[in-house]
C-alpha cells in the first residue's frame, strides 16, 4: 500500500513563498497525484493535480501554485507563491492510480493519503 510523505510547511508573512515535498513509498509514475487543503472549521478542498500530463488547479490558487513531479524521485511538489493568509490550513497530499482519478481528478476521493504538513500565513 503506497504511503504519501509531506513536507516543507511552515509559517510565512503574507505575499512569502512556500514549497512542499510529498514523497511516495513506491513509483508514482502510474498515479494521479493531488494536493488538498483543511482549514480550521472548514471542509477539504482540492488545491491541484497531475497526471499523464494533465495539470488541474483550483480557482482560488491559479497564477500562484504550481504543482510539478519528479517520478525518477516518487516525489511531487506544491510551489506557493504570493501566499495569503487565506491559504492557511492543512495541506495533504493525495495518490491513486491514473486510470481511476482521470474523470475528476479535484473532485475524486483518492485512496492514499499523507499525514499532512501545516501552512500558516500572517498578514
Known amino acids: 500500500q503506497m504511503q504519501l510523505v509531506e513536507s516543507g510547511g511552515g509559517s510565512v508573512q503574507s505575499g512569502g513563498s512556500l514549497r512542499l515535498s510529498c514523497v511516495a513509498s513506491e513509483s508514482n509514475s502510474r498515479y494521479y497525484m493531488a494536493w488538498f487543503r483543511q482549514a480550521p472549521g472548514k471542509e477539504r478542498e482540492a488545491v491541484a493535480s497531475?497526471?499523464?500530463?494533465?495539470?488541474f488547479y483550483a480557482d482560488a490558487v491559479k497564477g500562484r501554485f504550481t504543482i510539478s513531479r519528479d517520478d525518477a524521485k516518487n516525489t511531487a511538489y506544491l510551489q506557493m507563491n504570493s501566499l495569503k493568509p487565506e491559504d492557511t490550513a492543512m495541506y495533504y497530499c493525495?495518490?491513486?492510480?491514473?486510470?481511476?482519478?482521470?474523470?475528476?481528478?479535484?473532485?475524486?476521493?483518492?485512496?492514499?493519503w499523507g499525514q499532512g504538513t501545516q501552512v500558516t500565513v500572517s498578514s
Open positions: 493525495a495518490a491513486d492510480f491514473y486510470w481511476r482519478a482521470r474523470l475528476s481528478p479535484l473532485r475524486h476521493s483518492y485512496a492514499y
Open positions: 497531475s497526471g499523464s500530463g494533465y495539470i
